[in-house]
């Protein structure tokens, strides 16, 4: 049994991002064209793409605001004119800001993480769904946090986010079923990335202690899931969020 997914385009937003640049390697290392989004990181999404069609992967870099509706709609005419209509959409995309407590967060910062986690996918949503409806089949992935589960103190601005988006794909994997559309998400642990390989700092002992499976997972490890959620073998999976998070949390 092979994942094949040639012919199907995929949009991995914030491909440029820790996790993302993994998702979109491995959506195209199984055939998927791919649309590299970035925010403010033209390079690394020119590198990307580059990478991608020497792999014999179509790949295209295109920026967007994820906050901002016609910004999202000007992204889908873009890739509509460029590839083609996405069939897999990973709304990974996401805005870093300070972790303190409920009284010292800036308020900007709730709204912030609000537009970041929730907006993001109720625009793209709205921008890429009717046609995937049309089309009668489709994959809407959203990348979740095992941090939604934990609702750890000086984590309260993503963590209501992202309990916020996991409502949203619930109720959207009902309205998304009827129509063929499989709506899931990705819950990762702290996970290893470039940063951490370029840093040394894959190895946490405090943070490892406490997963069953005693170590930190991997970027490959999440977009593992990614993909397996982007094909044919998650074909009757729908409103599940999968924690990639080596135990860490279970839901
Ligand atoms: N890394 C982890 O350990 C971990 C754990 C649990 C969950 N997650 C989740 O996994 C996802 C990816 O995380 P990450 O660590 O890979 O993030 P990251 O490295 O900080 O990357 C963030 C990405 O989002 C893009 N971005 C930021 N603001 C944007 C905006 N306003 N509009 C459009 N794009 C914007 C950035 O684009 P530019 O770089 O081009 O500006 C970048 O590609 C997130 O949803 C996060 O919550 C991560």
Redesign the pocket.
């Known amino acids: 049994m092979e994942i094949n997914l040639k012919g199907k385009i995929a949009l991995v937003?914030?491909?440029?991002?820790?996790?993302?640049r993994v998702m979109v390697r491995t959506l195209a290392s199984c055939g998927a064209d791919v649309v590299v989004h970035?925010?403010?990181?033209k390079s690394m999404a020119d590198s990307l793409v580059g990478e991608i069609t020497a792999i014999g992967s179509r790949a295209v870099a295109v920026q967007?605001?994820?906050?901002d509706a016609a910004s999202v709609n000007q992204m889908r005419d873009t890739i509509k004119s460029a590839l083609g209509e996405p069939d897999i959409i990973v709304n990974?995309?996401?805005?870093?800001f300070v972790w303190t407590s409920v009284i010292e967060q800036d308020i900007a910062d709730f709204q912030r993480q609000f537009d970041a986690c929730v907006m993001q996918s109720v625009l793209t949503a709205k921008a890429f769904l009717p046609a995937m409806y049309a089309k009668g089949s489709g994959r809407f992935i959203g990348?979740n946090?095992?941090c939604s589960a934990q609702c750890n103190a000086n984590a309260s601005a993503y963590s209501l986010a992202k309990r916020g988006m996991d409502g949203l794909y619930r109720a959207l994997a009902k309205e998304a079923g009827p129509n063929g559309v499989n709506v899931n998400q990705v819950a990762?642990?702290?996970?290893i990335?470039d940063k951490d390989r370029e840093e040394h700092t894959e190895v946490v002992p405090a943070y490892s202690a406490n997963v069953p499976l005693r170590r930190r997972g991997t970027d490959q490890e999440i977009a593992n899931v990614v993909l397996f959620l982007a094909s044919e073998l998650s074909s009757f999976i729908t409103g599940v969020c999968i924690p990639v998070s080596g135990g860490n949390v279970m839901v």
């Open positions: 937003t914030g491909a440029t991002g820790q996790l993302g970035y925010h403010n990181n967007a605001d994820i906050t990974n995309a996401m805005i870093q990348i946090t095992e990762p642990g702290w996970t990335s």
